[in-house]
C-alpha cells in the first residue's frame, strides 16, 4: 500500500525548470519599465511562487495592474521555450505513482494556458491530465481553497492521505492552511523562511519516490 492516494504537485521549481525563464522575463522587464534598477538573479529568484500579480504590484507601484500584468506576460511567454528546462526523473517518477495507483495533479500560481505549455514543454502534458490555474480557482496559493477542489474531483475525502509537493515557504504556507501533508525539494537556490517546517524535505525525485510509494 502506497503513503498517499493523492499527490498534488506546485510546477515552477517542482516539476518544471523555470528559474532560468523568470530571471529572464523580470530582466526584460526590468530594462523597459524600471531601466534605472538592477536585480540580481538570486534577487528574481525569489519571485517564484507568490502570485505573479502581488510581486508586480510591489516591484512597479508606479504602473497600474492593467499595465503592467500583460507586459509581464507577452515578455513571459516569449522566453518559455528557450528557458524552460526539464528536472531530472520527474516525469518517470510521476508515471510510476500512477501505475501504482495514485492520483496526480497540479495546483499552480500560474495561469491555466502557461501551465498548460509549461506541461507541454516538459513533455508531461501526455501524463498530468488535472492542472488547477490561478484563473481556475476563486482564490490562488496560500489559500487553500483549490485542495478543497482537487479532492472533490478526485472523489478523495481523506486528507491524511494527501501530500502536497513544493519547493519554497508558500507552498508548505498552502499546505499547512489546507491541513495536509506537504514535501519540499531542496534542490533550488531559494531560501526557507525560518518558520517552514514541511513534514518532508526531500534533495530529489528518488527521495519523494520513498515517502509516496514506502
Known sequence: MTNYDLVLFDMDGTIANTDAMIVETFHRLYKVYKPTVIRSDEE???FSGPPIKETLLKEFPDYDLEEIFPAYRDISR???EDFIKEF???RESIISYIKKGIKVGVITNKNSSNAELTL???HLDDVIDYCLGSDDV???KPNPVSVGIAMEHFNISDKSRILYVGDNTIDFTFANNANIDCALLTWGPRKFAPSTNPK???KDYDELSKVILG
Open 88 to 90: 531530472p526523473k520527474v
Open 120 to 122: 507541454k514543454i516538459i
Open 138 to 140: 476563486p482564490a490562488t
Open 200 to 202: 518532508y524535505w526531500v
Open 44 to 46: 528574481l529568484l525569489y
Open 78 to 80: 516569449g522566453t518559455y
